[in-house]
């Protein structure tokens, strides 16, 4: 009998050990980090057999049933979870512990385990991320401009027929031929004598998809480890058919292979094959693009790995992980960080490596690669000094009528002496590159140094938020080009020499009123634009988005916003890709129509934005005025999902439907045209977009 209780007590112990692992902490983290554990009475030195545990009282299972069911046999009650057992286990560990009041203050470093530090010493696993689909249908983003396919603001559907205009001159015919006429109304016909006519299109229609996770190994309170993973990353629907192969091209690049007869054309295709780079598509259908590490000390935080880079408002460094957003800023970092609580100080320094130039892997499986060289990588040094208030001590403020102040500094540093930058054959970054030949091609001299300082602030005050940012990119590069051994460009009288004088500048108030319903934005924002840049693939006026190429100046001055910094949802979102050499005016307002505790909600918002070019010469138009865009949206949100607790954030299920129309100003038409020139008037663009996701 003896024998029979010592096993069910150290199964009991067992289970108990695995409770402490991985439930333990979670209600730990619950509790308020300063709240004192309650009183509990003094335990014996050892647990009593799980036997003696009176069973815990069970309702009737079936109407006037009076007595509850007889206690299980002790083996069997370890067997299972015993929260009774595992309280108890508790209460003894922490008896166990060494404690100095209790011992006068002998306790020394080997005496104090991981929990007596954290509330949990063993890993635990937590997922966020969201699965989204988008659908959308974009209505003449070309604006009514025919422009040659290379040379276009936004490029026609492939399938549209139209006759280019080429420096304002009449070009050749682009598009099918292929439609009669009941599919089209073009007067262009064939010359074969079929009759048919040019195939008309303004629409190109589609959706895609995203599965994003973000797994978070908790090794404890104070180290984690943390990664993103995208599964089926902005995979197009339709795309990637069973029929569809790639090969290597001979010219570089990827060709597609001719279809095998099991599947001769694409309208017999059944099913989709999962995305493979180089077979079907040029991305895998798994991507993982972060993984990084932070340990928190007593003395401050260590980073290290590749993360995410957020900065301010997100103008110039941006995550990326709205639930919307497609572009990132991640870096491969080393950071370390501390600072003064009482002050809300926060001072971090960080040694990043933007691009190391070519890498090395010796011949043999799982072998490491290595950087090749140190003059060709360019290096980055960062600091921020930052105040910034923790979100509960900001809530407690702004609950009292106080005004918070949040402000901070991000500078860095960068520079580049050599660099291989070529995606030839002479290229040091080609993996079939002959090494010994590396010696003399494929480097460029760069000599790069630059400053690029970024300072935000934000106001906040009762229900009103005001927030800025400005940045800049001070310094010089001895050359742009890459063409290898470019020594040509620094003879006597060169103008090789550049200096970079970039500046942006970010704005954005809103009001909350209604119990938070209503909200009241505004967004301004100003990039610097560049009067002696053009694009030398167009008629002469640089359009923006493309290279630049600087004429008798030595000044580079446009400015770009990072990508998933918006402001609408047609010109600066897809016709010029970013906000860059412009600014813009955007008031709007979002409503709630319908708002439960729980996080469900209904609502729509309208949006206006007026947007300009910095500097005319920059604009096809050679005119300021870019376009006036309205658009309009109607929201629904579940109240499914743990990230419910905070009304402004989407989670659970998530939808919503958005209407915009681009109204193109004479900044994006043509200059006045002359007798011998062709005027083409623009016209308005439209989208409509459906966003469906689940957000967790």
């Not at 209604?514 to 990039?527: C, H, I, P, Q, T």
């Not at 409503?591 to 096809?620: H, K």
């Not at 629904?636 to 743990?642: C, P």
Request: aromatic share 10%; proline share 8%; net charge negative.
């Amino acid at each position: 009998m003896r024998k029979t209780t010592v096993v069910a007590a150290f199964a009991a112990g067992f289970v108990g050990w695995c409770s402490v692992g991985s439930v333990a902490p979670r209600a730990a983290r619950a509790q308020a980090p300063d709240a004192e554990p309650p009183a509990q009475p003094d335990a014996p030195d050892t647990l009593p057999p799980p036997a003696e545990e009176p069973p815990p009282a069970v309702e009737p299972s079936t109407p006037g049933a009076s007595s509850p069911p007889s206690p299980a046999a002790p083996l069997d009650s370890a067997l299972f979870p015993n929260p009774a057992l595992d309280a108890r286990g508790l209460q003894q560990q922490g008896e166990e512990r060494p404690d100095a009041r209790r011992e006068g203050g002998s306790v020394t470093l080997e005496d104090i385990f991981a929990e007596d530090w954290w509330s949990h010493a063993r890993p635990i696993f937590e997922f966020h991320g969201y699965f989204r689909t988008r659908a959308h249908l974009f209505h003449n983003f070309s604006l009514g401009r025919r422009d040659a396919p290379d040379q276009a603001l936004y490029p026609q559907p492939p399938d549209n027929q139209y006759q280019s205009v080429a420096g304002n001159m009449p070009g050749n015919s682009v598009g099918p031929i292929l439609c009669n006429s009941d599919e089209s109304d073009s007067g262009t016909f064939t010359s074969d004598g079929s009759n048919l006519r040019g195939c008309q299109s303004k629409t190109q229609a589609g959706a895609n998809l995203r599965f994003r996770l973000n797994p978070q190994i908790h090794v404890s309170d104070n180290l984690r480890i943390n990664s993103q993973v995208d599964i089926l990353d902005n995979v197009v629907f339709g795309s990637t058919p069973e029929g569809y192969e790639l090969r290597p091209g001979d010219s570089g690049g990827y060709a597609v292979l001719p279809r095998s007869g099991y599947v001769p054309n694409g309208y017999l295709d059944s099913t989709q094959s999962p995305p493979a780079s180089g077979v079907n598509g040029l991305e895998d259908s798994i991507r993982v693009k972060r993984a990084w590490a932070e340990y928190t000390t007593p003395l401050g935080e260590i980073r290290f790995g590749r993360m995410p880079n957020h900065w301010g408002l997100g103008m110039v460094y941006n995550s990326g992980d709205a639930h919307d957003d497609d572009a990132q800023s991640t870096v491969d970092r080393l950071m370390v960080a501390s600072g003064i609580k009482l002050l809300d100080l926060v001072i971090a320094g960080m040694w990043d490596f933007p691009n190391e130039g070519a890498t090395y892997r010796a011949p043999y499986a799982g072998s490491e690669v290595y950087d090749r060289g140190q003059l060709d990588d360019v290096s980055q040094y960062g600091l921020i000094i930052m105040r910034s208030k923790s979100p509960e001590l900001t809530k407690l403020e702004l609950s009292r009528g106080n005004l918070v102040l949040n402000t901070g500094l991000y500078l860095n540093y960068r520079d580049q002496l050599l660099a291989n930058d070529q995606s030839g054959s002479g290229g040091a970054n080609v993996p079939d590159v002959n090494p010994t030949s590396l010696a003399n091609e494929g480097f460029s001299r760069r000599e790069a140094s630059i400053w690029l300082p970024d300072v935000w602030l934000q106001l906040l005050y009762k229900k009103l938020r005001v927030e800025a940012e400005f940045a800049a990119v001070i310094g010089s590069v001895e050359s742009t080009t890459a063409e290898p051994n470019n020594s040509a460009d620094f003879a006597a009288g060169s103008q090789a020499d550049r200096k970079l004088r970039q500046y942006g500048f970010a704005f954005e108030l809103q009001q909350k009123l209604v119990e938070d319903r209503l909200r009241l934005n505004f967004k301004s924002g100003w990039a610097s634009g560049d009067p002696d840049a053009f694009d030398p693939d167009s008629s002469g006026n640089l359009i923006p988005g493309r290279a630049e190429q600087q004429v008798n100046d030595d000044t580079i001055s446009t400015f770009r916003f990072h990508p998933s910094y918006r402001v609408d949802n047609i010109l600066n979102r897809y016709i010029l890709q970013r906000v860059q050499g412009t600014y813009y005016f955007n008031p709007s307002l979002d409503y709630d129509f319908t708002r439960e505790p729980n996080g469900q909600r209904i609502g729509g918002g309208i949006n206006v934005v007026w947007t300009r070019a910095s500097e005319f010469v920059q604009t096809p138009g050679h005119a300021n005025d870019l376009g006036l865009e309205l658009g309009g949206a109607l929201y629904f949100q579940s109240k499914d999902g743990a990230l419910n607790d905070d009304p402004a954030q989407p989670g659970g299920f998530f939808a919503q439907l958005q209407y915009s129309v681009l109204f193109p100003l004479d900044g994006l038409g043509y200059q006045a045209a002359t007798d011998a020139q062709v005027s083409v008037d623009t016209s308005a663009a439209q989208l409509l977009r459906l966003y469906l996701g689940v957000l967790f």
